[in-house]
C-alpha cells in the first residue's frame, strides 16, 4: 500500500501537504490530516487558522460524492473521509492561499490477516505481503520479541481488542505510506496498546483513531496507549478522535516530536517518568463535565519534562496542567483555553511563550497534602500574556489552606488587555519584575527596573508583535525586545533513543 503525497507552494514558499492512501479498504472512515510547512519542510504555524475544503469525486465521472472542510490550526488540523463503496475516486483540496490539489486512490474489498493471542513467527511482521491486519481480543508481543509493521499497512481492531508489548514495536511508516491504526466497526472503540515494563516503541507516521476504551487509571478517562517503564518515540503521528485520551504513563521515558492530537479527551497524563513533547499541537479536547477535566496535557513529576515549539488551542479545562513535575516550557503558544492556560505547581520556566484570549493566564498554587509538598517557582521571560480575564494569579497557599514560599520572576515582557492582569491571591512575598510592560497600577509593577507602564503597541492581529514604534523595542534586558519574540523555524531532527 503507497500513498499519494501532494502540495502546493504559496508565494512566501509555504506549502499546502497531504496524503491520502492509494488503496484503502471499503466501508472505512479514513483520517484526512492536513498541514501548512515552510520551505524546510517544518510545520508553519505562522498560519494561525486557514480552512481547506475537500470534495471527494467519482474518478471515471468526477461526480461529486461529499464534500466538506477542514481548518488549519497554526498550520495543522484533521478532517475525516466518509466510508466508500469498492471503485476510484479522486479527492480535491482547495484554499484561496494555495493552489489546487489533487489525489488519486482505489477503494476495494479487505485482505485481511487475523492475528490474535501470543504472536511468534509471521504474526510478528505485518503487512509484509501487502495484507492489512485485523486484531481478535488481546494480542501479546512476548519479551525477546519485536512487532515490526510496514509501512501503509491498516490494522483495525475488534471491540475491546488490545495489545500487550513485553518487548518492542517498530511501526515506521512514511509520510508517503502512513500506519493507520482504527475500529474495525467504527461505532464500536477499541481498548489499549499497553507497554509493559522494560518495553519499547518507535511509532512513526501512525495514525491512530477510536482507540483508548478502557477503565481510567488516572484522573480522567482511559487512554489508548498505557506505558510502564519503556521507552517509547512518537514522531509524527496523528491521535485523532480518540475514545479516550492519547497516552498514560508511569516512570515511562517518552518523546513525543511533531505529532498532533485532536478531539482526544486528553493528549496524556505522565507520570514520574521523562517527557519531551516538541513541535505537536493540542487542538479540541472534549468537553469539560462535572466528573473530569479534560486538559490539553497534564504532566506529574518530579522529573524533568520539555514542552517546547507546541500549540494547545480550544481546550476544554487547562492547556497545559505541570502539576508536581518540573518543566520547561518553551516557544509555545496557548489560546482559547477554557480555564487556566498554564496551571503550576512547583518549579515551571517560561521562554518566549504566548498566552491569549483564555479565561486564566498562568495559575501558580502549591501541591496537595497527600504528595510532596513543594514550593511553586516561576520564571518567565520573553512572554506575552493579552486578553484574559486573569493574567498572573500568583499564589502562596496550596490547596490545604497552608502558606508555602514562592519565587516569581517575569523579565522581559508583556501583560496587557487583561481585566486583571496580576492577582497576587494569598500575598506572594517574592515577586520580581523587571524590564517588562504592564499597565499602571499592576501589583508590584513599578518595582523593578525598567519597567513601563505605556501601551506597548502590539499588531492588530493574533500575532501579537510589537509595532516599529512601540516602546518596547529594544527596552528588555540586554536591549532585547520585550515579550514575545515570534514562532521560532523548525524543531529539528527526531532524536532516535530506542533504535
Given amino acids: ?4 503525497f501532494a502540495w502546493a507552494q ?5 506549502q499546502l501537504r497531504f496524503g491520502y492512501p492509494a488503496r484503502v ?3 472505512r472512515a479514513i483520517p484526512l490530516p492536513i498541514e501548512i510547512v515552510d520551505d524546510a519542510g517544518q510545520v508553519d504555524r505562522n498560519y494561525w487558522s486557514r480552512t481547506v475544503a475537500w470534495e471527494l469525486r467519482q474518478a471515471d465521472s468526477e461526480v ?3 464534500s466538506g472542510q477542514v481548518v488549519l490550526t497554526n498550520g495543522r488540523g484533521c478532517g475525516l473521509l466518509p466510508p466508500l463503496a469498492p471503485g476510484a475516486y479522486s479527492i480535491h483540496l482547495a484554499s484561496p492561499d494555495f493552489a489546487e490539489l ?6 476495494v474489498p479487505g485482505d485481511y490477516q487475523t492475528v490474535s493471542g501470543v504472536l511468534s513467527g509471521a504474526d510478528l511482521h505485518w503487512g509484509a505481503d501487502a495484507r492489512w491486519i485485523r486484531v481478535t481480543g488481546e494480542i501479546e508481543i512476548p519479551a525477546e520479541s519485536e512487532l515490526v509493521i510496514e509501512p501503509g499497512t491498516f ?3 475488534e471491540d475491546a481488542a488490545g495489545w500487550v508489548v513485553r518487548g518492542g514495536v517498530k511501526a515506521m511508516g512514511t509520510p508517503a505510506a502512513p500506519i493507520v491504526v482504527d475500529a474495525l466497526e467504527q461505532s464500536m472503540p477499541w481498548a489499549q496498546i499497553y507497554h509493559m515494563s522494560n518495553s519499547r516503541g518507535a511509532y512513526r507516521n501512525f495514525w491512530i483513531r477510536g482507540g483508548g476504551d478502557v477503565p481510567k487509571i488516572f484522573h480522567a478517562q482511559g487512554s489508548a496507549f498505557y506505558l510502564v517503564n519503556s521507552d517509547i518515540v512518537f514522531d509524527q503521528c496523528v491521535f485523532f478522535e480518540l475514545a479516550g485520551k492519547g497516552m498514560d504513563g508511569n516512570y515511562a521515558r517518552v518523546q513525543v516530536l511533531d505529532t498532533l492530537f485532536q478531539q482526544c479527551a486528553s493528549a496524556g497524563e505522565l507520570r514520574r517518568g521523562t517527557c519531551h513533547f516538541r513541535g505537536c499541537h493540542f487542538l479540541d479536547t472534549w468537553p469539560a463535565s462535572h466528573d473530569a477535566d479534560y486538559d490539553g496535557l497534564y504532566l506529574v513529576g518530579p522529573a524533568e519534562q520539555r514542552v517546547t515549539s507546541c500549540v494547545f488551542a480550544r481546550c476544554s479545562d487547562d492547556g497545559l496542567d505541570t502539576f508536581t513535575s518540573s518543566v520547561l516550557v518553551r516557544d509555545t503558544v496557548f489560546y482559547d483555553i477554557a480555564d487556566k492556560a498554564l496551571s503550576i505547581n512547583t518549579g515551571v520556566t517560561l521562554i518566549n511563550c504566548l498566552v491569549f484570549r483564555n479565561r486564566l493566564g498562568v495559575v501558580q498554587k502549591g501541591s496537595k497534602g497527600e504528595l510532596p509538598r ?12 493579552a486578553g484574559c480575564d486573569i493574567g498572573y494569579d500568583l499564589r502562596n497557599q496550596n490547596y490545604d489552606g497552608m502558606e508555602i514560599e514562592t519565587v516569581e520572576e517575569i523579565i522581559n515582557s508583556i501583560i496587557w488587555d487583561c481585566t486583571q492582569p496580576i492577582v497576587n491571591s494569598y500575598r506572594a512575598q517574592n515577586l520580581y519584575i523587571r524590564n517588562s510592560a504592564f499597565p499602571a497600577g499592576t501589583y508590584k509593577m513599578t518595582e523593578g527596573p525598567g519597567n513601563i507602564q505605556s501601551d506597548p503597541l502590539l499588531t492588530p492581529d493574533e500575532t501579537f508583535r510589537l509595532e516599529p514604534d512601540s516602546p518596547c523595542v529594544g527596552a528588555g534586558l540586554g536591549g532585547q525586545d520585550m515579550g514575545w519574540l515570534g514562532f521560532g523555524r523548525g524543531v529539528g531532527d527526531s532524536v532516535w533513543g530506542v533504535y
Fill in 1 to 4: 500500500v503507497c500513498l499519494l
Fill in 10 to 14: 504559496s508565494a512566501d514558499a509555504a
Fill in 25 to 27: 479498504p471499503a466501508g
Fill in 64 to 66: 461529486v460524492v461529499d
Fill in 102 to 107: 489533487v489525489n488519486h486512490f482505489e477503494v
Fill in 155 to 157: 490494522v483495525l481492531m
Fill in 374 to 385: 513543594k514550593n511553586p517557582t516561576l520564571a518567565a521571560m520573553h512572554c506575552t500574556i
